[in-house]
């Protein structure tokens, strides 16, 4: 990476007995399109607020371009920033919304003009230049929010999960908006979410939090596919987990025993023979069979139809319960509950996890 | 038929309320009313006496200034506490809500009493100014308009506050966030940001303030000690030491007149709708 735009380091913050924030260290590279993901209270938010200023943190520091940047105010970070309720000033039109940084700013109105019909064209929304936001729809007051946000060219964006009061098909639209705009402007993006699918599909890079600490980061495919421990394979998509035991490592490949059933693993990680260890799989790398077909015997306990995709619960013997995900377009079998199966997956399909 | 069952419970509910009213309130107004263009005479005889004394003029005058006063001071006063109460820890809010409704449990009259012990001539306040040497002779601070301000100031907040504290209360934090993230320093937030969506609420706060206080009796009579003649304390005069019902009725239709007139005044300016029914 070349030298960070942001710099987070040490950060430390804690709410009586709970620690928000725990020893958090985190580089932002320009440009970026960076996500802070997890679930309620693991801090993410709380990450956003203290590099947008909004509050102090216990300890650690915070760097702009190598500037320290730890005790600037909020107004003084020039960083544009779009909150969930989208913050409109009900008593501004969205012209004067929007033209509200350049105005603090004392820019002369030839420039807040131009600027902010640039900024409302961007998302759109010029010919709502003079609506009040009351008499705009969710996701249009969403654009205006962000028109207000670039108008005044700010280092860096802060996004607080901008998208989650908005229904499921609008927010999957504004999603492709986003990351175009994102590439269309070159600015940093810095994005809080808890939704893995949005997380999935904009992000250059995940941050994955959780109890206030990182748990993993990196680009979308790397911790989808090589989560680190149960936590990231289970909050980052849906994982089957199987707890084994390890026996002889011939290169990358890896004896597994897990109660009564035996199979090879391909992995690029190292493991004593002995050693205990889990496997994190995903439902869509099983594979649903007729009896005999696939390693395992099972039986179908309960079908889910999703459309282009069908969830299918079943149970082994031994191994338990697992949850697999079959496209509906190209099975042999039609899985109804109580039906006699067989599953099984490739050797390079199960993940070892290195921690727990 | 479910919409006759509707209007009919509908009407069951109102008309006990609107029983009281009209014959507790409307059909005593409108004898008022009468008396004021009967007595002594049939006719304008005593509107025409009050638009030609001075003393009504001068008594007019202090009400609408008492009355002014009050409202910019409970205004001002209110403001700070509704904000504070609004925008501070959380965990003493109940305490601090229920510290402003606490004199409602005291009566106007005990309140006002408690006023003159604190102001009079050698009450607690003077008391304590020439014990600690500040003042040779006591300061007149009561008998005269700024007593009467004090006392009514302080009888009045709570109106000033209750509504304010409700309009603040569901201003978002994040408007504020949202506009120092944009580079608006604290104060201009403020300004421009918060101030004008709490306009609601200060209107609505000065409407009711200034309207209880134009008709507002004892808390003027006993500070001013006859010196600070509002209308109220005038009407009383004409009625009971003059036993002149007709100016003194016709001096109380001119006050809800006047009162009347301020409110459609006020209506041109403010939402009185949205700023007196539809608190949210």
């Not at chain 2, 102001?119 to 006591?138: C, M, Q, T, Y």
């Amino acid at each position: 990476m070349t030298s960070p735009i942001l710099s987070i380091n040490d950060a430390v913050k804690t709410y009586g007995s709970i620690r928000a924030l725990d020893q958090v260290n985190l580089d932002v590279a320009e440009g970026e399109f960076l996500t802070l993901l997890g679930p309620s209270g693991s801090g993410k938010t709380t990450l956003l607020s203290a590099i947008a200023g909004f509050i102090k943190m216990d300890g650690g520091s915070l760097t702009l371009r190598s500037e320290d940047i730890t005790n600037r105010p909020p107004e003084h970070r020039d960083f544009g920033m779009v909150f969930q309720g989208y913050a409109l000033f009900p008593t501004m039109t969205v012209r004067e919304n929007v033209g509200f940084p350049l105005k603090v700013r004392k820019k002369p109105a030839a420039e807040i003009q131009k600027k902010v019909n640039d900024a409302l064209e961007m998302v759109q929304m010029g010919a709502f230049a003079d609506r009040m936001p009351s008499q705009l729809s969710g996701g249009q007051q969403q654009r205006i929010a962000l028109a207000r946000a670039m108008s005044f060219s700010p280092q860096v964006l802060l996004l607080d999960e901008p998208l989650s009061a908005l229904d499921k098909k609008l927010r999957a639209d504004l999603q492709w908006e986003l990351k175009a705009l994102h590439n269309q402007l070159g600015v940093t993006f810095i994005y809080v979410t808890h939704d893995q699918d949005e997380a999935l599909s904009m992000s250059d890079r995940i941050i994955i939090l959780k109890d206030g600490s990182i748990q993993q980061q990196g680009d979308p495919n790397t911790l989808y596919n090589r989560p680190r421990n149960k936590f990231v394979a289970d909050f980052l998509g849906k994982s089957n987990f199987i707890d084994v035991t390890v026996g002889a490592q011939t290169g990358t490949t890896l004896q597994c025993a897990a109660k009564g059933v035996a199979f090879n693993v391909e992995t690029d990680t190292h493991n004593a023979a002995g050693s205990d260890v889990k496997l994190a799989l995903r439902p869509e790398r099983l594979k649903l069979g007729a009896p005999g077909e696939e390693f395992l015997p099972a039986v179908v306990k309960q079908v889910s139809y999703l459309g282009e995709r069908c969830q299918v619960i079943v149970k082994h013997e031994t191994l338990g319960e697992m949850l697999i995900s079959c496209p509906t377009w190209k099975t042999d079998i039609t899985p109804v509950a109580g039906l006699a199966v067989s599953i099984g997956w490739d050797p390079d399909a199960p993940v070892v996890l290195s921690e727990d | 038929m479910p919409r006759m069952n509707e209007k009919v419970s509908y009407w069951m509910l109102v008309v006990p309320a609107l029983a009281i009213m009209v014959i507790f309130y409307i059909v005593p107004v409108l004898g008022i009313w009468k008396i004021a263009f009967t007595e002594p005479e049939t006719g304008l005889t005593n509107f025409v006496a009050m638009a030609g004394s001075n003393a009504v003029k001068t008594s007019f005058v202090i009400t609408f200034r008492v009355a002014a006063i009050t409202t910019i001071g409970c205004l001002f006063l209110g403001y700070i506490v509704a904000y504070a109460i609004s925008n501070y820890s959380s965990r003493l809010t109940p305490l601090m809500v229920a510290l402003v409704i606490l004199p409602f449990w005291v009566s106007v009259l005990i309140r006002s009493f408690s006023w003159i012990v604190l102001l009079g001539r050698s009450g607690i306040v003077n008391d304590a100014l020439k014990g600690a040497g500040l003042i040779e002779s006591p300061l007149r601070l009561m008998h005269n308009e700024l007593g009467v301000l004090i006392a009514m100031i302080h009888v009045m907040l709570p109106f000033a506050i209750l509504p304010m504290l409700t309009n603040m209360r569901g201003i978002s934090g994040a408007y504020v966030l949202a506009a120092r993230s944009l580079g608006a320093g604290e104060w201009t937030a403020f300004r421009q940001v918060y101030f004008p969506q709490t306009m609601p609420g200060v209107m609505s706060g000065a409407l009711l303030v200034f309207v209880l206080s134009l008709g507002f009796f004892v808390t003027p009579a006993l500070l001013g000690g006859g010196r600070v003649l509002m209308i109220s304390e005038y009407i009383t005069y004409q009625i009971q030491e003059f036993l002149n019902w007709g100016l003194g009725s016709a001096l109380s239709v001119g006050l809800l007149v006047a009162t009347a007139l301020v409110l459609l005044i006020a209506a041109r300016f403010v939402n009185l709708r949205a700023a007196l029914l539809e608190r949210k």
